[in-house]
């Protein structure tokens, strides 16, 4: 049946530029019935209906969440745990939750705690397709087309669950691969969250010198890409460290010994040392940007995904 | 007269990127009537000749300088020395050398002593231009076209000297500014060689770790920019890592404190300060950026400069 929509009623909790731009791809593809929005500000959902994003401003959550198909939770990841707290009553059997956040083992474990059974019907996801620009405004219907979509589904997760949720983020145009929430968490603690604070760090740092206009008047193209994610969402962020505390703290520990073994290299001059590890970067650097180049990269998710599946 | 060519012979020691790309500069601008290359390899000189980069090849430095207008010094920083203990018993009066190097203290300690009196001849430049790339191949004629350049005369320096060097890199149509040579090792150790070592370090702290390639396949766009910069050439940096040793020592120093006020934040679950610190990057860095855009950045550039030569 082409005119039927995959999903009647789906909810947005935070409409932002994830919120939006999931609600925008869906509509796109024909497979939202109607896309009801919930946010902090009525402002901010104004905007939302005035843009189209979203058909209405809902208002009494738990009656929205009863006659929904389709829930996602795009707020901050220190927002997820009271409205998972106030939908828990009103999940049906048929409902399927998602989210985007860019942590996982935190939200599972507020799912966990406030959904009890119902957790089964919560199939967590992190779309990949960071932007600096956040917002409604920033949302866009291929915002996730083309992009990494890491599933982390639960063992309470049923099959038919996982295929809906999978279903919706297809129908955005995400390369979808899975991971269990902890090794998620790991990964991306690593090649995402330690970037940003790094960048966020040299920033800050830069910014509280007295002459701080002088250091910036010289920064070139180097210092542009590498500090252009330190112009991320502060909130989002800061939740993003809180949420994933340890994996982080154990991601700068490791950082911070490898700055200090450069630190000597450069203090006692040992230029050979110097020049393998730079070396090494470079090589490992090229490498990944050619496998980028050359699209192998859904191959690789794939063997991954297996590879984390099967331990 | 329109056909005659500011520098009649130019000598260019390393004719990688930086050092082809300023022959080529000249030669398109018509101001050099012949550019003799010198280097490490016959086999990558050759090449500069057949790409027609370089008019000859040089045999006898000392000779070739005896009668040259223009020396430019761009190989990596650690093999200068050696080419100016060569080449002090040659230089004519009328001579002006420059160079390329991102650092300048330890290249000025140099000139000092091979050069003796004549280190009045050398008017020391770091041109804005970093590439990935290397190499002759990688040169062209408009690398340095709308490009920071920075001149770091020397006390001893007359003024024409200065002003034919300066003539040298404006044909090149770099944007030039000048400060002192220790002014602007201090500015670019924290703007440009530590965000190099912290992108080299992020890169090797992957690369060797067992499950790298996982890692490496979820890394997606804010990883791309900020480790674009770790795929820079290692030799040259570890040049730069030794000739700018306590400047970026120290600033290693501070970032380090930085990331360690990080983590207590993270440790102790701060979410206040964390958001502050993320706010005040972020802000500086879109300030930044609009900075850029709006093209002040050579009003700014003289405004730092009137400053620093004032120091």
Redesign the interface.
Known sequence: MSGSPEFGRVVVFGVGLIGGSFALALKAAGQAGEIVGFGRTLAALKRAADLGVIDRIGVNAGQEVADADLVLLATPV?GVSAILARIAPYLSDDIVITDGGSTKGDIVAAAREHLGENVARFVPAHP?A?AENSGVTAARADLFRG??L?LTPLPENPALAVEKVRSAWAWCGADICELTPDRHDR??A???H???????????????REN????????????????????????M???V??SN?DA??DE?????A???K??S???R?D?AA??T?????????????G??ESGD?GQ??E??AA??AGK
Chains 1, 2 share one sequence.
């Open positions: 220190g990949i960071g992009k990494r890491v990964v991306f690593a090649v995402s330690l970037p940003h604070l790094l960048a966020f760090a040299l920033v800050s740092e830069l910014a509280e701080s206009d002088e250091f910036f008047g010289f920064a070139a193209s180097g210092f542009r890409d590498f500090t252009r994610i330190a112009a991320s969402h502060p909130e962020w800061r939740d460290c809180l505390r982080i703290a700068l520990d490791r950082y911070a490898r700055l200090s450069l630190r290299a450069i203090e001059g230029g110097l020049e590890l730079f070396g090494v970067a470079r090589a490992a650097r090229r490498g990944w940007a496998n980028q990269r690789e998710t063997k991954y590879r984390s």
